[in-house]
């Protein structure tokens, strides 16, 4: 079709009605004309008109002819169906507002958790050719480690011969394993602010191919020289936020430690970095790694392995090829270093070693880790809720149908195809489906705000771009677009399939057809009631999994703590530095001393913060390599403030210092798997580390409590706790035991810190409790939703109930007036209705059951002290779905029961 | 007297030519036309004229105007685009090519 057509057509369409109204015109001028001419032809008037008339032709169908020269008639007839469709909703508008709440809840449900999907584990790197990346390892390790094998964590200048000496990659980039968060400040501003500094190789946007907005990306150059580049290129978000969009921020600098920063760029506004959910605020070319505070010397270092590599495949080269190249490379690279300690084992675990290649298209992710599967369970529960939601719709609409028999009768007697009848039911449905699916998109916004906040746990927002977009306004569509085929397609067809005759009789349908309609409403609602029962069951799993888990004995006690961080970065002083260990301590004296505290104690793990961990060596026994201990290091009021129970030997003290022998206390289980069989522990030495240097010798002065240490499912750790001055750590985490009220305690605690030091920031102020259950997130939302949407099934099922019960009652009117009159009591009347929706709930669960036992395997793994369903969740369930199912039957019922015998005769 | 239909498809071809021999007509006109032409031989459905201008019109071979007629009234004036000039051409060629064949054969006695 050419444009220059397209656009006549197009123009046609808008003139609407007066397209009509001049072809009207110019039709009645021809007939008048000729009726004219043939009247001066000497005709009589009456015959004048009939033979011009007849000359010209039925003006409807030409009128018709006409019109459908433009091609528009199927638009039309659509608009007519539309409206038909929009007017038959309206007409029945509570049956319209339950169908469109349940589709609004069922799609919103749907785009809301496939939102998520699609960010975390859908969406493509928003990066050149993202499918050419290749990370080196196994995503999930960061941190520092010297171990040699390591894998995943690399030195930086391992990166560099790396990059120097492949054949495979176009580039490779190096990033700093972790995200850190430093206390910086915007010049020209007073206070200090937390900025999340991404330390990165110069190769870094090259190699993703990523270009600025806003002044230029980092480059090559700028990871030459230590500390010749003070630069950073900031994130469009923190550009936006922190700066207020600034258009003059590339005259802006950035305090970070003692060093000022310029500002040489932004970032593009999808850009977030490699990682999904931990968008960095800047970053710093790695050669400035000694600057940005925590100020790592390191970037000589050959086995200061603490980076991330990721590369770009050249055009051409597989996967394969460039995981052989990498590893050839790798042991060549790691043997080259002068300072490689290949000792025996340490020779074995190189030549185990292999790199793997991960592909990153979609980039890196903990917490797709984590809630991948929380999410597909989610996506499943919802599902299953549009499922039932469908069904009740279906059943509603068919309940309609029937009493629409008569109407679709008459149309298809005056010669509409049946065809045409099932179009504009379907638009109908389609209608109500797009409706819901508009209603849906809406509630699915609210829904994703809510679920971020649920997911981030704590106050801080996880920085997740979830929004609306192609992806998923093609998801919504399709899904609506199904959901409008599923429950009209069935009643469409049912419909339009009827003995004209028959229908026309009678326009209620005789009441030999109501059982002849039933079946079909019936498997629906029994389908319903097994998909509640799944949901059901689900629903009390994951919620007592999560008591469960609340339940754990952690070891510690969880109440009564205040905990917040400090960021003692700013300071500028090593840990090791004698004034750093005297200030750690005048804060724990002086804020123990406040009224209300009862202990404070800093902490380089609490709970779930990662850990410090290494291999060790105890005399006298002879331990495998494998067997890895986490060291804590603590104040002396450690124990007090957590109320960990020690079960022999002593606590830290002031005796114990930089100088004295070293001393450290060992966990329970520890104690007992560790260390020779009958000895005492306590006074007994281990080394940490593999080899016996005397400067790692410790010694045991006291056993306390397991504890739980990165979460509450793992089994009890082989953990040892070592006091600040003998190992000094730059703290972050202090711990305030106290009696009384939250606010007052945790305002005097800050001010107490700010009087040891005003310029150190506070940040993360909260409780233990808070800590401890924030890392029960995904099981707590997968809980709470799936405890919503097992609610919403069971409600949906109940109107589905009511709805086909209220339908039959009416069908059977007249034969439940008959029945009374002849005798039967209102009691037995109740219970023919009330037996009829306890059969099919029956039928359901036993459908149902298998379904729950064989769902309930494919969760297994996420519940805790549970093994599947079990009787207890299975008769909760069954009990109260018989009660809603039969409550949700009673109002028809009762209704049945006090039809008036006579009314109900004459009813027909 | 006996009136043939027009042979079909040709009804473009009909109204194409008599906008070129007489410049805008209105439908009424164009009815006439054909039968006078024809001396009363080719007799159109008059309505189906319409239809087939809207045709035309959605091909962009005429165009239309309101207009006033000799007796004063209103109506609706077809006039040919060039485009529609171009296709009266390759109507009328394409008509003379298979009528010229059609001619041939029947005249083999």
């Not at chain 1, 349940?102 to 958790?113: C, K, M, P, R």
Request: charged residues 20%.
């Amino acid at each position: 079709m050419f444009p220059s057509e397209s656009l006549r057509r197009l123009r046609m369409l808008f003139r609407g009605s007066r397209f009509q109204e001049e072809l009207n015109e110019e039709m009645r001028l021809h007939r008048e004309l000729r009726e004219q001419e043939l009247l001066d032809l000497g005709q009589s008037p009456e015959s004048a008109r009939r033979e011009a008339n007849l000359r010209f032709g039925n003006v409807t169908s030409l009128g018709e002819t006409s019109y459908q020269s433009w091609g528009w008639s199927w638009l039309e007839s659509l608009f007519q169906d539309l409206r038909y469709g929009t007017r038959s909703m309206l007409r029945s508008p509570a049956l319209t507002i339950v169908a469109l709440l349940s589709l609004a809840l069922g799609i919103g449900a749907n785009t809301a958790i496939f939102s998520f999907i699609d960010t975390l584990m859908l969406r493509s790197l928003p990066v050149k050719d993202p499918s050419q990346l290749m990370f080196f390892g196994k995503e999930g390790e960061a941190g520092v480690t010297d171990r040699i094998g390591s894998t995943t964590l690399y030195s930086y200048p391992f990166f560099r011969e790396m990059q120097k000496r492949n054949g495979v990659f176009s580039d490779v980039a190096a990033i700093f394993s972790e995200l850190n968060t430093v206390h910086g400040t915007i010049q020209g501003q007073d206070s200090m602010q937390p900025m999340r500094v991404q330390l990165v190789s110069g190769s870094y946007f090259p190699t993703l191919g990523v270009q600025a907005v806003q002044g230029r990306v980092l480059s090559e150059a700028d990871d030459t020289i230590e500390g010749a580049h003070p630069i950073l290129v900031v994130s469009y978000a923190w550009w936006k936020r922190a700066l207020a969009s600034d258009p003059a921020a590339l005259n802006r600098k950035i305090t970070l430690g003692k060093t000022t920063f310029d500002i040489v760029g932004i970032a593009p506004p999808e850009f977030f970095g490699t990682s999904v959910g931990e968008a960095p605020d800047m970053w710093v070319p790695m050669s400035e790694m000694g600057f940005v505070p925590p100020a790592y010397d390191a970037r000589k270092d050959n086995f200061w392995e603490g980076m991330h590599l990721i590369g770009r495949l050249k055009p051409g080269v597989s996967q394969e090829q460039a995981t052989s190249n990498v590893n050839v490379l790798y042991q060549q690279i790691i043997r080259s270093f002068p300072d490689a300690d290949l000792d025996a084992r340490n020779a074995g675990y190189l030549n185990h070693a292999h790199v793997i290649l991960t592909p990153m298209a979609k980039g890196l992710s903990s917490l797709r880790h984590r809630f991948s599967e929380p999410l597909k369970i989610l996506m499943g529960i919802t599902t299953l809720v549009l499922l039932i939601a469908c069904a009740n719709i279906a059943n509603l609409l068919l309940a309609r149908s029937t009493a629409r028999a008569r109407e679709l009768a008459v149309r298809q007697a005056l010669g509409a195809g049946r065809l045409r009848i099932v179009r504009q039911l379907l638009t109908e449905s389609l209608v109500l489906a797009l409706t819901g699916g508009l209603l849906g998109i809406g509630l699915s916004r609210i829904a994703d705000r809510l679920l971020l906040r649920m997911i981030s746990g704590g106050s801080d927002l996880v920085p997740l771009e979830v929004s609306i977009n192609t992806n998923l306004l093609l998801f919504t569509f399709a899904v609506t677009v199904a959901t409008a085929i599923l429950f009209g397609i069935i009643p469409a067809f049912r419909s339009t399939r009827l003995e004209l005759t028959d229908a026309l009789k009678d326009g209620r349908g005789s009441s030999s057809k109501a059982s002849s309609r039933s079946p079909l409403g019936k498997i629906l609602i029994v389908s319903q009631i097994a998909l509640s029962l799944v949901l059901m069951v689900g629903a009390i799993l994951f919620i007592r999994s999560l008591v469960n888990l609340n339940n754990v004995d952690t070891g510690f006690n969880r109440e009564g703590v205040l905990r917040l961080d400090i960021d003692s970065d700013v300071i500028g002083l090593k840990s090791e530095d004698p004034r750093m260990i005297a200030m750690f301590q005048e804060i724990e004296q002086r804020v123990s001393a406040l009224p209300g505290v009862k202990a404070a104690s800093f902490a380089s793990f609490l709970f779930s913060q990662g850990s410090w961990n290494t291999g060790i060596r105890v005399v006298g026994q002879n331990l495998d390599d494998r067997v890895n201990i986490k060291h804590n290091v603590v104040g002396n009021e450690y124990f007090a403030a957590m109320q960990i129970p020690l079960l022999a030997g002593r606590t830290f003290g002031p005796q114990d210092t930089t100088t004295s022998h070293k001393v450290a206390v060992i966990s329970e289980r520890m104690a007992k798997d560790l260390f020779p069989s009958g000895v005492n522990p306590i006074g007994h030495h281990y080394y940490a580390g593999f080899d016996p240097k005397p400067d790692t010798e410790v010694e045991v002065i006291g056993i306390a409590k397991d504890v739980k240490f990165g979460d509450l499912q793992e089994s009890p750790q082989y953990i040892d706790y070592i006091p600040n001055p003998q190992h000094p750590w730059g703290y972050g985490t202090l711990a305030v035991r106290y009696n009384g009220d939250f606010d007052a305690t945790s305002r005097a605690v800050q001010q107490t810190i700010h009087s040891v030091n005003p310029r150190l920031p506070i940040s993360h102020v909260g409780t233990l409790d808070e800590q401890v259950s924030s890392t029960l997130t995904n099981q707590r939302v997968v809980a709470q939703l799936s405890a919503f949407f097992g609610l919403l099934a069971v409600f949906l099922s109940c109107i589905g109930i009511y709805g086909l019960m209220s339908y039959t009652v009416g069908k059977r009117t007249n034969e439940i007036g008959i029945r009374i009159a002849i005798g039967a009591s209102r009691a037995s009347v109740r219970w023919l209705v009330l037996r009829e929706i306890a059969l099919l709930t029956a039928i359901g669960i036993a459908v149902g059951i298998p379904i729950t036992i064989a769902g309930s395997r494919i969760v297994g793994t996420m519940l805790f002290g549970l093994r599947g369903a079990d009787v207890v969740s299975l008769l909760t369930s069954v009990v109260a779905l018989l009660a809603v199912a039969l409550l949700a039957a009673y109002l028809p019922a009762r209704r049945a029961a006090s039809v008036d015998p006579v009314v109900a005769l004459r009813y027909e | 007297m006996k009136r043939d239909e027009i042979p079909p498809g040709t009804l473009y071809l009909l109204i194409l030519k008599a906008l070129s021999l007489h410049g805008p007509l209105h439908g009424y006109e164009m009815a006439n036309f054909i039968q006078r032409t024809s001396d009363n031989v080719l007799q159109v459905e008059e309505g189906s004229l319409y239809p087939a201008l809207q045709r035309m019109l959605v091909k962009g071979w005429v165009t239309a105007e309101w207009g006033v007629t000799a007796g004063n009234r209103r109506a609706r004036y077809y006039r040919l685009t060039p485009a529609g000039r171009k296709q009266l051409d390759a109507e009328l060629s394409q008509f003379e090519r298979v009528f010229g064949a059609i001619h041939r054969i029947t005249q083999i006695a």
